[in-house]
């Protein structure tokens, strides 16, 4: 899969839990224009199965969501 | 924005988990200042939320010291403190919930001729005191000075609270003309109160304060909440601003601050 846009900003969330993964989030794209990406990295398990849906609630789109070789998850949030 | 050290980020993570509030919503609670007049009954709760939830600059007003008939309810008070002014009592408990804010003491009574240079300098006033002649003074000034503010007021086991945006929503003296005669008034020592339903209403006062800083939801404005602890009955009775109002009317009578009768005599127990 192709990136459909270039990140603005980059957040590691690797190693980071529940529900703090969200705190790293919000905080990244509170620095965001509107239409600007965040490509984040999210643990599997709990991260990945919450995290894009909250970002989701919170009015933002999901781009793009792919498990990297370590297992981890790159997840591109365009804020809304 | 504020640059958030982690270790804030942790402390306020469940703050900038709610939509509402975020992180712009904690950078306004940083930002505020917020004053608590009585550090009583309602006073004490306020106090430790509006600590813990980060409120940059807490101002506290109350002249007496630490009795051992205040700990039944004032639980920002311990033991230990008994005989220490109420205002530093409460400032050790704040800043060791919260280091990282400004706590100041006014170890003083409030009266006509200080209110206004103290409450000044803030963004949201929580009354907590338990005498109608301060709450009268509070609101007067308040009002005067464009600054919006919670009243509340505990007896036994009833409970009641309005906010005040000055300018936008009734006032106390719109419903509440004047202080009512000093021997008509039951004093708290004589009446009693149930301990828990001072963090009740103290709470919900420091909920109002948290949110009018944040704008978040709707305030109590117009509105007075009452409820009563035997039942667990709350109620909300609307109210309007009267253009009739003695202070916040078209044609207002009360055009400088007084001392009423009873707010003379500085000796007053908080709830
Ligand atoms: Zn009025």
């Known amino acids: ?80 | 924005m504020i640059d958030f050290t982690s270790e804030q980020l942790e402390r306020y993570s469940r703050h900038i988990l709610l939509q509402d509030v975020g992180v712009e919503g904690q950078a306004k609670l940083l930002g505020a200042k917020v004053l608590i007049v009585g550090a009583g009954g309602l006073g004490a709760p306020a106090a430790l939320y509006l600590a813990a939830a980060g409120i940059g600059t807490i101002g506290i007003v109350d002249s007496d010291t630490v009795e051992i008939s205040n700990l039944q309810r004032q639980v920002v008070h311990f033991t230990k403190d008994i005989d220490m002014p109420k205002v530093e009592s409460a400032k050790e408990k704040m800043l060791a919930i919260n280091p990282g804010i400004e706590v100041k003491t006014y170890q003083e009574c409030l009266n006509a001729d200080n209110i206004r240079a103290i409450i000044r300098d803030y963004d949201f006033v929580v009354d907590g005191t338990d005498n109608f002649p301060t709450k009268f003074l509070v609101n007067d000034a308040c009002v005067m000075d464009n600054i919006p503010f919670s009243h509340g007021g505990i007896l036994r086991f009833d409970g009641q609270t309005m906010t005040v945006v000055p300018g936008k929503s009734a006032c106390y003296r719109c419903f509440f003309r004047k202080p009512p005669p000093p021997d008509a008034v039951p004093t708290c020592s004589q009446a009693g109160v149930l301990g828990a339903i001072a963090g009740m209403l103290g709470t919900i006062q420091a909920a109002e304060a948290l949110k009018y800083v944040t704008e978040v939801g709707e305030l109590l404005t117009d509105t007075l909440l009452s409820f009563n602890a035997k039942t667990m009955n709350f109620r909300k009775v609307t109210l309007q601003k009267q253009k009739n109002c003695p202070i916040c009317g078209e044609n207002p009578t009360v055009t400088e601050l007084i001392d009423e009768e009873q707010a003379l005599t500085c000796n007053l127990r908080q709830y």
């Open chain 1, 1 to 80: 899969m192709t990136k459909i846009k270039t990140a603005d900003a980059v957040k590691n969330c690797r190693g980071v839990g529940c529900p703090m993964n969200m705190v790293y989030t919000k905080v990244e794209l509170a620095k965001l224009q509107s239409g600007q990406v965040l490509e984040l990295i999210l643990d599997d398990g709990p991260p990945i199965n919450n995290v894009p849906g909250s970002v989701i609630k919170e009015g933002h789109k999901i781009l793009e969501q792919r498990q990297l070789a370590d297992g981890a998850w790159l997840v591109l949030v365009e804020k809304g």
